[in-house]
Every structure is written in C-alpha cells, then in structure tokens.
C-alpha cells in the first residue's frame, strides 16, 4: 500500500481464517488486507455469511472455536510499539492488554452484551480497574465522566442502575463507553445499530462520529446497510464470501465502483431510493375499501372504569382507523414498539382486540364484520386476506415438504386433491419464481429468500384478495430484499391484490407503498401518499423519522442535517 | 437465484462427509452431488439419524441396549439354567473361568470344583480344580423351558456338554442357584418394568401435559400444582407405603402390574412438564399460527404440525425416563417391597446381597448391581444422544 506506514494504526495483511470442521475445512476469510488511518473509518461492508465478523472478532482473537488464523498478521502500531495480533498467545496477558485496552469493540446486541446483575457503573469501573489499574473511587469517577461523554443523562444516578433499566439506544451507549473506557486507538463496531430503530441508529453513529473526532480514533465499522456507511465511512472495503473484492475511498466506492459486486449491492440499496409504482394519486373516495378498519384497539393489562374509561397497562393499539383500497399498497410504518405489528395480527385475528371493529368487503360486494366472524366465516376471512411472515426460518414447518407446505391450503380446503393439487403446487412455485422440481424438498434445502418465496406461495394458494405482510423482507439481504419486493409488485399486477405492508425500514415502504400510515406509541400520527410521508411530511414525528434515515450518497449525508423529535432523545 | 442470501451452513457436515471421499476420484463428484440431493429431501427423522449417528457414545450406549432387551427377549434361551434351578451340593460356588482353547485348538471347557476344609474356620469352601475339565458345548440340551411361554426347547446358547455337570460362571448364590442364569432371568422383568411403567407414564404425561400446555389458565394451574404436590411426596416412603397396601396373596404377575403402575405415579410427572414445555414453545410457532390461518382445525393443528415436532423430543425424554424406573424397582425390590420371590429382578437378586458378611465371602453376589449400573449408564447416554438429535435444525 501507498500510505506511509506511521499513519496506519491497524494493518491487516493476507489474513486467512479457516474453521476446521469434523472432516474439512471452511474458509471463512482468504487473503484479507486492509489497513485504518489515525481518525479515519474504515467500513467493512458485506452481506450474511460474507466474513466480516469473522474478521472483525479475529483483530481481537476471539473467533469461535473451531475457527483459527491460519495465515496473516494484524499489525496494532502505537507510537513506537508495534505489536502483531497473531502471534499472541491466546488468552494471554498480552492479549488482555491488547482487548478493551487498545482495541475496543462494540457488539450487535446491545441486550446481551451487558450483564444484567451488575450495575452499569460496576460493569465500566471493571474495565477501568483491569486495565488501568485504578481504585474504585476513582474508576468511578472516571466511569461517570464516561456516561457524561456518551450523552446519558444523571450519569452518576444512572451508573447505579442495571442493564434491563436502559433502554436500547441506552445500552449501546454504555457499550460504547465501556469501549472507550481506556482510550483504545482502534473501536471496533460490529453491526451496531443493526438491532436499533433507525432513529435511534441516527443518535448512535453520530455519537461515534463525534467521540472519534475528539479523541482521533480509529474506527472499523461492520455494517450491511450501504445507506450506513455513505454516511460514516472515510474508507470501504466490499467483502464476499470471505474475500475482500474492492476497496477505497467512500467517494469512489459510491460513485466509481469498479467490481460488479459492489456495483449490484448500490443499485439493490439505490432502487429503493425512490417508488416503484409511479402512478396517478388514486381518487380514493369513489371506490369502496376492502378492509376499513375504525377505532380498533388493543389494551395489555388496561382496567376498565365503571364510565367506560380505560386506565393503565399498555396500550399497544389506540385507536387506530385505516382504509385499504382494491389493488392499493398500503404501508404501515413505524419503529419497534409503535404497534405496527399488533396492528396486523389483530387485522388477521390472532389476536383479539379489546375494542373497534373491521370490516371485510367481499369480492360480491358484501360486507362484514370481521370480529363476529367464527368458524366456516373466518375460515374463509382467512383464505383471502393472508399473512406474510417476518422470519423464513420459523414460518415454515421443518418437517413439512414445500409440495405439503404450499399444498396444506389447499388439502384443508378441500380445493384440489392428488395431480391436480400437486399441478396447482407447480403453478404457483413457478409463480414465486422457483423450480418446481423442488416440491420434495424440506424447508432446510432453502436459502433465506428462497423460504420467503415459498411463504410467499402459500399465501397464494387461496386465490386471495389481500395480503397482510408483517416485516416479510426484514430477515433478508439487501440484494434479495429488492428481489422479494419486485416479485410481490409482479405478482400484484397478475393478481390483481392489496397489500398491507408493515415494515420498519423506510425505504422498503418507499419503494413499495402507494400510502403510508405512519405509527407511534400504538397511534397513527400521519397518512398520506408515499410520496409526501417520504419527501415533506406534516407531522414532527414523521420528520425526525425520515430524516433519520441513511442516504446511500456520501454527498447526501442526511442523517447529520437531521430533525429531532424531542420525545424520542430523551429515550434514546 | 443465487443462493448467496443468508444461508446458513446447516448441512456444511453432511457435505463435509462426501467432500472427503471425492477428493480424490473425479467420479466423486456425482456422489457428493446425490448426497447434497439427500439432505435436501431428507425429511427430519433422516436429520435426527444422521446427527445422532455423529455421536459416538450415544450409538454404542444404543447398541448396548438392544443387546440387552435381546436377552430379556431370549432369557430362557441364554441363561444356562432355568431361574429357579437350585444345586445344594454347590452353595456359594466362585466363578469359574471359561476357557476357550484345548489344547491348542478351538474347545470350551470350565475347571472343576474341590471342596476343602478351611483350617482356621472349618468350614467348607469350594476351590477350582485345575485337575478336572468339564467340556462346555454351544447349543447344548438341558433343562427344559417354553420360550415365551409357548415354544416348548430345551436348547441353551451354553451350558455344559453332559447335563448335571457344574457350571457355574458368575458363581451361584446360597442355594446353588447360577448367578448368571439369574441376572440374565433378571433382565426381562427389570427391563420391562421400565418399558410397561414408562408407557403407562407417557399415556398419564402427554394427556395431562398437553392438557396443560395447549389451553393454559385453570387446567394448566391446577395440573401443575397437583405435578408440585406428587414431586414434593418423597418417593420412597411413597411407594413403600402403596407396595405394602399390595396384598400378598396376589399372584407374581399381578404384582408386577401393581408396581409399575405405583412407579409411574410419580413417573409422569416429568414427561407431562416435557410436554406442556414443548406444546407452550410450539403453540405460539409462526408455522403453527400459518397453519391455523390456512383453515387448519385444532386437531389437525395439534396433530400435523405440533406433535410430529416434538415427538423426537418425547422419545428422548422417554429414553431418560427409563433407568429412572429401573432403579426404582430396583429399590423397591432391594428393600423388600417390590417384587417378590420366585420372580427374579435386579432389585430381588441384590436383595441377596443386603448381608455384609455374605458379600465379603461371596462378592459374586453384587453382579446383579453391575447389570443394573451397565444398564442405567447406557440408558442415560443413549437418551442424551437422542435428546441432542431431537432438533435437528439447531446447531
């Protein structure tokens, strides 16, 4: 490499990672070479199964058994001392030295990287005394003035408060301030904002931004999400299957990519920048909806006043009022806890709302109550308004064949039987888009995308008219997710459907969605076209949110320009 | 489509285990190519064989076993005496030691026995007499049984050449009696009584268990609360107390009825916790709440999608379940409360052993003890592997 070598903290050169299995070997990272500058951000950006984490975890040695460096060096320089990772004796002094003393690292989930039996302040002071030796008064001082530094308010109240007392946004703060702890020359970040609301991930990567311009860190930042490191990164590097395939400055990576790969990553995270359906704002009013939904509510634990009054508990679900209309994509959006997702399940009825009411327009004309429907009547409710699960894993039965998954639909309706039904499986394999020379096999034959595609077919099977879709491309890759998005659109345009699409992610429903209902703190605080929610909505709430999203254009970084909604800072 | 999209190496080891074998022919490739194939059409009970094949203990804990129900199915014809078979001559005889070759060539035989006078206690005692030579046959007539009470034989795997002959492997006991052909008489009653009370447990545990976990609220509290008042009995004085209230007069068989029935009292408890456990995990499954909303009724859901999902777990609970009830008689038979004389079981046999002076002269007599530990040992590491393949979908 060109770069002087002093002002390489962390050099990363031809390292292998191999995993002995019982009878070959895996080899999760090949040849991998990359280096971070003082201050600089190096991102590392790949898909499921790309070795990213791999390689983040192996800069620390603590990849899992039975995964091993095989070949390599990873060089920590730090003024005249130049210490080689691998050849550290594992678990040695040296290397306890090296972790959370010169290299910090922050987790995905910020649930299970704290113990909850400790205090926040016991847990940082630990840090503080293992490596700098400090006593506990001090260290204690020291770890309030950390909190201080990561934006928690009453640092020295909060310190003597446990992990399940925070929230998310909280707890990686505490992460982070843990990581920093020691004044490490290199933060190691893997995926951590991935299990934050995009909100929250906001706060989060701008607080790493800024602590690391204070202190001239470096940072190696793992990351899927493109929109990400267009807004954080200095340097990228592309991984796929365990090799690095492009690296360089954010500028050319996003604007000159020269590997294919990197090219198909942009425009499968680009594509959902804008709509998919450019068409005409539909004259809503004079087509009857096929589901309206009016003051639906769900309480957990409310108490009812002898005035009818609610009081107390959760209310996951207030007050909700919705119109889907035929062959209209309706989104519902929202952060984690909004009740985006009680919403659906009480639309499918599984769960009971404690109070409003549904009604379901039939394809005749008729309309009906859905919440007095029992037996024969739900049974067919549910055959044309279908759901779409979030997880591929868990929605299909493991010791079920696709041919017996998509065909239960069909044997319990008593619609097709031996050939033809195995003809009307085919059909609709070929419909999703998958060979129907698969029929035989198992669930566990599939890839994630390829199992969402034979939920897909399931909820097909039936001929229905609406499809509720709860999270259904969240599980999945960018690259597939746009895939699963284009097929459900195709599909819409054959079968002429409506959908509910419920999804956190704002570009999913960007791309996807004529309407958007926007939820918060189980209300509906906005609704209005794609267009408008996603370019100049009304409400605050909705600004913050959509400002709070990424852009994949590092000359466009949004998220720093970003509007706040008070409210949610002070549970960030 | 690409197949690059999250897929997890769930069946990297089934790969693994072609990926040798083609490594060197070209002509591997098909194979590996057919066995990808397997795996993708192996159903889930072909999963379960092949993450229980991989581990090793649990199989040869497994081959163990039905060695051992074998000779409780083929008592008769294994053990070289009938169970209740008696020799006064021979009381306390020691083992002896089976030799195989003759003079350099293939030929069984066993030493005779020499009664000598111990000087200092004057009493008698049996030495082995390397003078005499009783010849030992495979396949050999003796004493007349119906195996399986119907198929009237008189042929033993072993046994001496010339019927009348001492030959006694494991020793004998007080009354002359072949240790060895006891504990192998021994092994279908104690081997049973795990079988029969584990069913009755199982029939007791998936009722009242799935009562439990598939409606919740009241049945579920009550179920539960009548699971904590049986395990809070101590089990002991418990079964003690019922087998006492067996009256004596009953027939050997009946009474063998009555004890597994008392042992499983206490014995469903924890296969009903496995399955409330399985159906509470199950019930709020995404497939099982896609198979509701395909139309699918209760039953329909409980039995095509929810029990097929558990049942391997059952069998590894059930697996566990049995040693528990083994020791059980066993207890119950050792303290006298059991099972009865002229049945034999493990437990009836190591009653014999209570004695400390008769077990310092004749040790022969705790060999019963060793069956049951073998057994137990190879129970509970055949259902840990079962227990770890139940799921084959985690790793």
């Given at each position: 490499?060109?770069?002087?070598?002093?002002?390489?903290?962390?050099?990363?050169?031809?390292?292998?990672?191999?995993?002995?299995?019982?009878?070959?070997?895996?080899?999760?990272?090949?040849?991998?070479?990359?280096?971070?500058?003082?201050?600089?951000?190096?991102?590392?950006?790949?898909?499921?199964?790309?070795?990213?984490?791999?390689?983040?975890?192996?800069?620390?040695?603590?990849?899992?058994?039975?995964?091993?460096?095989?070949?390599?060096?990873?060089?920590?320089?730090?003024?005249?001392?130049?210490?080689?990772?691998?050849?550290?004796?594992?678990?040695?002094?040296?290397?306890?030295?090296?972790?959370?003393?010169?290299?910090?690292?922050?987790?995905?989930?910020?649930?299970?990287?704290?113990?909850?039996?400790?205090?926040?302040?016991?847990?940082?002071?630990?840090?503080?005394?293992?490596?700098?030796?400090?006593?506990?008064?001090?260290?204690?001082?020291?770890?309030?003035?950390?909190?201080?530094?990561?934006?928690?308010?009453?640092?020295?109240?909060?310190?003597?408060?446990?992990?399940?007392?925070?929230?998310?946004?909280?707890?990686?703060?505490?992460?982070?301030?843990?990581?920093?702890?020691?004044?490490?020359?290199?933060?190691?970040?893997?995926?951590?904002?991935?299990?934050?609301?995009?909100?929250?991930?906001?706060?989060?990567?701008?607080?790493?931004?800024?602590?690391?311009?204070?202190?001239?860190?470096?940072?190696?930042?793992?990351?899927?999400?493109?929109?990400?490191?267009?807004?954080?990164?200095?340097?990228?590097?592309?991984?796929?299957?365990?090799?690095?395939?492009?690296?360089?400055?954010?500028?050319?990576?996003?604007?000159?990519?020269?590997?294919?790969?990197?090219?198909?990553?942009?425009?499968?995270?680009?594509?959902?920048?804008?709509?998919?359906?450019?068409?005409?704002?539909?004259?809503?009013?004079?087509?009857?909806?096929?589901l309206s939904v009016r003051n639906l509510s769900k309480y957990y634990g409310s108490k009812q006043?002898?005035?009818g009054?609610w009081?107390?508990g959760l209310r996951a679900v207030d007050d909700v009022s919705l119109?889907l209309?035929?062959?209209?994509?309706?989104?519902i959006?929202?952060?984690?806890?909004s009740g985006k997702t009680t919403l659906g399940r009480l639309i499918m009825r599984i769960t009971e709302p404690t109070m409003g009411s549904i009604s379901y327009?039939?394809?005749?004309?008729?309309?009906s109550d859905v919440l007095d429907m029992r037996?024969?009547?739900l049974?067919?409710y549910h055959?044309?308004v279908?759901l779409?699960?979030?997880?591929?894993?868990?929605?299909?039965?493991?010791?079920?064949?696709?041919?017996?998954?998509?065909?239960?639909?069909?044997?319990?309706?008593?619609?097709?039987?031996?050939?033809?039904?195995?003809?009307?499986?085919?059909?609709?394999?070929?419909?999703?888009?998958?060979?129907?020379?698969?029929?035989?096999?198992?669930?566990?034959?599939?890839?994630?995308?390829?199992?969402?595609?034979?939920?897909?077919?399931?909820?097909?099977?039936?001929?229905?008219?609406?499809?509720v879709?709860d999270?259904?491309?969240?599980?999945?890759?960018?690259?597939?997710?746009?895939?699963?998005?284009?097929?459900?659109?195709?599909?819409?345009?054959?079968?002429?459907?409506?959908?509910i699409?419920i999804?956190?992610?704002?570009?999913?429903?960007?791309?996807?969605?004529?309407?958007?209902a926007?939820m918060?703190?189980g209300r509906i605080?906005?609704?209005?076209?794609?267009?408008?929610?996603?370019?100049?909505?009304?409400?605050?709430?909705?600004?913050?949110?959509?400002?709070?999203?990424?852009?994949?254009?590092?000359?466009?970084?949004?998220?720093?320009?970003?509007?706040?909604?008070?409210?949610?800072?002070?549970?960030? | 489509?690409?197949?690059?999209?999250?897929?997890?190496?769930?069946?990297?080891?089934?790969?693994?285990?072609?990926?040798?074998?083609?490594?060197?022919?070209?002509?591997?490739?098909?194979?590996?190519?057919?066995?990808?194939?397997?795996?993708?059409?192996?159903?889930?009970?072909?999963?379960?064989?092949?993450?229980?094949?991989?581990?090793?203990?649990?199989?040869?804990?497994?081959?163990?076993?039905?060695?051992?129900?074998?000779?409780?199915?083929?008592?008769?014809?294994?053990?070289?005496?009938?169970?209740?078979?008696?020799?006064?001559?021979?009381?306390?005889?020691?083992?002896?030691?089976?030799?195989?070759?003759?003079?350099?060539?293939?030929?069984?035989?066993?030493?005779?026995?020499?009664?000598?006078?111990?000087?200092?206690?004057?009493?008698?005692?049996?030495?082995?007499?390397?003078?005499?030579?009783?010849?030992?046959?495979?396949?050999?007539?003796?004493?007349?049984?119906?195996?399986?009470?119907?198929?009237?034989?008189?042929?033993?795997?072993?046994?001496?050449?010339?019927?009348?002959?001492?030959?006694?492997?494991?020793?004998?006991?007080?009354?002359?009696?072949?240790?060895?052909?006891?504990?192998?008489?021994?092994?279908?009653?104690?081997?049973?009584?795990?079988?029969?009370?584990?069913?009755?447990?199982?029939?007791?545990?998936?009722?009242?268990?799935?009562?439990?976990?598939?409606?919740?609220?009241?049945?579920?509290?009550?179920?539960?609360?009548?699971?904590?008042?049986?395990?809070?009995?101590?089990?002991?004085?418990?079964?003690?107390?019922?087998?006492?209230?067996?009256?004596?007069?009953?027939?050997?068989?009946?009474?063998?009825?009555?004890?597994?029935?008392?042992?499983?009292?206490?014995?469903?408890?924890?296969?009903?916790?496995?399955?409330?456990?399985?159906?509470?995990?199950?019930?709020?499954?995404?497939?099982?709440?896609?198979?509701?909303?395909?139309?699918?009724?209760?039953?329909?859901?409980?039995?095509?999608?929810?029990?097929?999902?558990?049942?391997?777990?059952?069998?590894?609970?059930?697996?566990?379940?049995?040693?528990?009830?083994?020791?059980?008689?066993?207890?119950?038979?050792?303290?006298?409360?059991?099972?009865?004389?002229?049945?034999?079981?493990?437990?009836?046999?190591?009653?014999?052993?209570?004695?400390?002076?008769?077990?310092?002269?004749?040790?022969?007599?705790?060999?019963?003890?060793?069956?049951?530990?073998?057994?137990?040992?190879?129970?509970?590491?055949?259902?840990?592997?079962?227990?770890?393949?139940?799921?084959?979908?985690?790793?």
């Open positions: 490499m060109s770069e002087p070598m002093t002002a390489d903290v962390l050099k990363v050169e031809k390292l292998s990672i191999e995993f002995q299995l019982r009878t070959s070997v895996f080899k999760a990272v090949k040849d991998v070479s990359f280096s971070i500058k003082r201050g600089g951000t190096l991102c590392l950006v790949g898909e499921s199964g790309s070795g990213k984490s791999v390689t983040a975890r192996s800069l620390l040695q603590i990849v899992d058994k039975p995964g091993r460096i095989t070949s390599g060096r990873i060089v920590l320089t730090r003024e005249a001392e130049v210490i080689d990772i691998t050849t550290l004796k594992a678990n040695g002094p040296q290397i306890r030295a090296v972790r959370g003393g010169k290299v910090g690292l922050i987790f995905q989930e910020p649930m299970s990287a704290l113990s909850p039996f400790h205090t926040i302040g016991d847990q940082i002071d630990e840090v503080l005394q293992i490596h700098l030796h400090l006593e506990k008064a001090e260290a204690r001082r020291r770890t309030i003035e950390l909190l201080r530094q990561v934006e928690i308010k009453n640092p020295a109240e909060m310190a003597n408060r446990y992990s399940f007392e925070y929230s998310g946004g909280m707890r990686q703060r505490v992460c982070i301030a843990m990581a920093l702890a020691c004044d490490p020359d290199v933060l190691i970040a893997d995926e951590p904002t991935t299990a934050l609301d995009v909100t929250t991930q906001a706060e989060i990567l701008d607080l790493i931004k800024r602590l690391q311009q204070r202190r001239g860190m470096a940072v190696l930042l793992i990351t899927h999400d493109m929109g990400v490191v267009a807004e954080v990164a200095d340097e990228v590097a592309v991984m796929r299957n365990g090799e690095i395939v492009e690296k360089g400055p954010v500028e050319a990576i996003f604007h000159d990519p020269q590997h294919s790969y990197t090219r198909h990553l942009l425009e499968a995270t680009r594509k959902l920048e804008h709509n998919s359906r450019e068409r005409d704002d539909r004259t809503a009013s004079r087509i009857e909806p096929v006043a002898a005035d009054s009081s107390g119109d209309y035929p062959g209209e994509n309706l989104g959006v929202g952060e984690s806890g327009r039939q394809a005749d004309g008729v309309t037996g024969a009547a049974r067919a055959a044309q279908r779409i699960f979030q997880d591929p894993f868990a929605s299909l039965n493991p010791r079920m064949t696709v041919k017996q998954i998509v065909g239960d639909p069909l044997r319990i309706a008593g619609m097709a039987r031996g050939r033809a039904r195995d003809g009307r499986v085919a059909e609709l394999l070929r419909m999703v888009g998958l060979s129907p020379d698969t029929m035989d096999r198992y669930p566990h034959a599939f890839s994630g995308g390829q199992r969402q595609r034979i939920g897909i077919a399931r909820a097909l099977a039936l001929d229905p008219r609406v499809i879709a999270e259904a491309t969240s599980a999945l890759d960018v690259s597939i997710r746009s895939q699963i998005l284009d097929l459900l659109l195709d599909i819409q345009t054959r079968l002429d459907l409506s959908f699409f999804s956190h992610d704002i570009s999913v429903i960007r791309y996807f969605c004529d309407r958007v926007v918060y703190k605080v906005e609704v209005g076209s794609s267009q408008k929610i996603c370019t100049s909505p009304d409400e605050p709430y909705t600004r913050a949110l959509i400002s709070a999203v990424p852009s994949p254009d590092p000359r466009q970084k949004r998220m720093m320009h970003r509007v706040r909604f008070a409210p949610e800072i002070a549970d960030a | 489509m690409a197949r690059t999209d999250g897929v997890r190496p769930l069946f990297t080891w089934t790969r693994n285990k072609t990926a040798k074998s083609t490594a060197a022919t070209g002509a591997g490739v098909a194979e590996e190519v057919t066995h990808i194939k397997d795996a993708e059409h192996a159903g889930a009970w072909q999963l379960a064989w092949w993450k229980f094949r991989k581990h090793r203990l649990a199989v040869a804990s497994g081959i163990v076993v039905i060695c051992i129900y074998l000779v409780a199915a083929f008592a008769e014809f294994l053990a070289p005496q009938g169970a209740g078979d008696y020799s006064a001559r021979y009381t306390y005889a020691p083992p002896q030691q089976l030799h195989i070759w003759d003079n350099g060539e293939f030929g069984l035989y066993v030493h005779g026995y020499k009664v000598r006078v111990n000087p200092e206690s004057f009493a008698r005692e049996f030495v082995i007499d390397p003078e005499t030579k009783i010849p030992v046959g495979l396949f050999v007539r003796g004493a007349p049984y119906k195996l399986w009470n119907f198929i009237p034989s008189n042929i033993h795997l072993i046994g001496p050449v010339k019927a009348g002959q001492p030959m006694y492997l494991w020793g004998a006991d007080r009354l002359g009696r072949d240790m060895l052909s006891r504990v192998i008489h021994g092994t279908r009653v104690s081997m049973t009584v795990g079988l029969v009370g584990v069913s009755l447990s199982l029939v007791f545990g998936i009722i009242l268990g799935g009562l439990s976990g598939y409606y919740g609220g009241g049945i579920d509290t009550a179920i539960q609360r009548v699971i904590e008042f049986l395990l809070a009995i101590p089990t002991i004085p418990l079964w003690m107390g019922l087998a006492a209230a067996i009256p004596p007069t009953l027939p050997p068989l009946q009474v063998y009825f009555m004890i597994t029935i008392i042992l499983s009292l206490v014995g469903w408890t924890g296969l009903a916790r496995v399955v409330r456990g399985r159906f509470l995990a199950m019930k709020n499954e995404d497939f099982v709440t896609a198979a509701r909303l395909d139309g699918a009724r209760e039953m329909s859901v409980i039995f095509r999608h929810m029990l097929p999902s558990f049942a391997s777990h059952i069998i590894a609970a059930v697996t566990l379940a049995i040693p528990v009830m083994i020791l059980s008689e066993t207890a119950l038979s050792f303290l006298g409360v059991g099972l009865r004389p002229p049945v034999v079981s493990w437990g009836v046999l190591l009653q014999e052993a209570q004695n400390i002076r008769t077990v310092a002269t004749a040790p022969w007599l705790l060999l019963p003890g060793v069956a049951v530990i073998t057994t137990v040992l190879a129970l509970n590491f055949l259902g840990d592997g079962l227990r770890d393949a139940a799921d084959p979908y985690s790793d």
